[in-house]
């Protein structure tokens, strides 16, 4: 059993919370039960989990994972060096290092497709995740200067979106607008004159979500052709991005559902 706060892999982890430490080493940290039932379910291969048996033997949930870990790299470590190892105040018995997947180079899936444009805020790039995953929008791309997908806060409020979902971080926009050639891209802007409801979801789209704070950028503008609002009382100025992006999202589920057709997944010709 690990039980020294400065054993190497445990420094190892706590460096993994910060993105430059991400990005060196391509990889990122999972927290709990639940996320871990997801990464395996999903057949990801942890590099290195680090657990507690009297913590994750207190629930059934606990005691299979637990049970689950046979065949991977896990250690036993104290609850205290568990605490101080995890970013999460109590922490729920395990945590993990994985990789971060290589972004795909294959054609986009899923309707809508998903940009984020700047969003800064974890909790709301964590709930878009969570909502993309629940209603078909497969794959994420981010342009550059974005909050990272891959951060504590963002990977515990997405709640396992990052195992369905593909996520495509840190593009340009030269990049970004030849991946969406020939696509009809719509812009979420509360100044738009389309409101989200009276939008064919069935069709091919890719849908822009832009900052909190700024909006979206002069080069998401360009690429956009239809600019997309929620309509709202007029004393209100807007939505939380989050917000407007899952009724977005779930508006185009509820359309192909009342059609009764699929999630387009070809990219259009």
């Given at each position: 059993m690990i039980t020294s706060t400065a054993n190497p892999k445990v420094k190892y982890i706590r460096s993994l919370y910060e993105h430059p430490s991400r990005q060196r080493e391509g990889c990122f940290v999972i927290e709990g039960i639940r996320?871990?039932?997801?990464?395996?379910?999903?057949?990801?291969?942890?590099?290195?989990?680090?657990?507690?048996?009297?913590?994750?033997?207190?629930?059934?949930?606990?005691?299979?994972?637990?049970?689950?870990?046979?065949?991977?790299?896990?250690?036993?470590v104290s609850e205290q060096v568990l605490e101080y190892a995890a970013e999460t105040v109590t922490p729920q018995g395990a945590l993990a290092v994985l990789p971060i997947p290589k972004p795909s180079l294959g054609p986009l899936a899923?309707?809508?497709?998903?940009?984020?444009?700047?969003?800064?805020d974890p909790g709301n790039l964590g709930t878009i995740l969570r909502s993309a995953w629940a209603t078909g929008a497969k794959t994420v791309l981010f342009a550059s200067g974005t909050v990272d997908p891959y951060g504590p806060k963002v990977v515990r409020s997405a709640m396992g979106?990052?195992?369905?979902?593909?996520?495509?971080?840190?593009?340009?926009?030269e990049d970004i607008a030849r991946v969406l050639a020939g696509w009809r891209v719509l812009l979420a802007d509360p100044q738009g004159n389309t409101p989200y409801c009276d939008v064919d979801w069935n069709l091919p789209s890719v849908l822009i979500i832009g900052s909190e704070a700024q909006g979206a950028c002069r080069?998401?503008?360009?690429?956009?052709?239809?600019?997309?609002?929620?309509?709202?009382?007029?004393?209100t100025e807007s939505l939380n991005a989050a917000v407007a992006c899952s009724l977005m999202l779930f508006e185009a589920q509820r359309q192909r559902q009342a059609r009764g057709g699929g999630v387009p997944s070809a990219r259009p010709g």
């Amino acid at each position: 059993m690990i039980t020294s706060t400065a054993n190497p892999k445990v420094k190892y982890i706590r460096s993994l919370y910060e993105h430059p430490s991400r990005q060196r080493e391509g990889c990122f940290v999972i927290e709990g039960i639940r996320l871990m039932e997801e990464a395996l379910g999903a057949g990801i291969r942890p590099k290195m989990v680090l657990f507690n048996s009297a913590l994750l033997g207190q629930t059934p949930r606990g005691r299979r994972l637990l049970a689950g870990l046979a065949g991977h790299t896990a250690e036993e470590v104290s609850e205290q060096v568990l605490e101080y190892a995890a970013e999460t105040v109590t922490p729920q018995g395990a945590l993990a290092v994985l990789p971060i997947p290589k972004p795909s180079l294959g054609p986009l899936a899923g309707n809508p497709v998903l940009v984020i444009d700047g969003l800064q805020d974890p909790g709301n790039l964590g709930t878009i995740l969570r909502s993309a995953w629940a209603t078909g929008a497969k794959t994420v791309l981010f342009a550059s200067g974005t909050v990272d997908p891959y951060g504590p806060k963002v990977v515990r409020s997405a709640m396992g979106a990052h195992f369905h979902l593909d996520v495509r971080p840190r593009m340009t926009w030269e990049d970004i607008a030849r991946v969406l050639a020939g696509w009809r891209v719509l812009l979420a802007d509360p100044q738009g004159n389309t409101p989200y409801c009276d939008v064919d979801w069935n069709l091919p789209s890719v849908l822009i979500i832009g900052s909190e704070a700024q909006g979206a950028c002069r080069e998401a503008r360009r690429l956009a052709q239809i600019r997309v609002s929620i309509p709202m009382e007029a004393t209100t100025e807007s939505l939380n991005a989050a917000v407007a992006c899952s009724l977005m999202l779930f508006e185009a589920q509820r359309q192909r559902q009342a059609r009764g057709g699929g999630v387009p997944s070809a990219r259009p010709g």
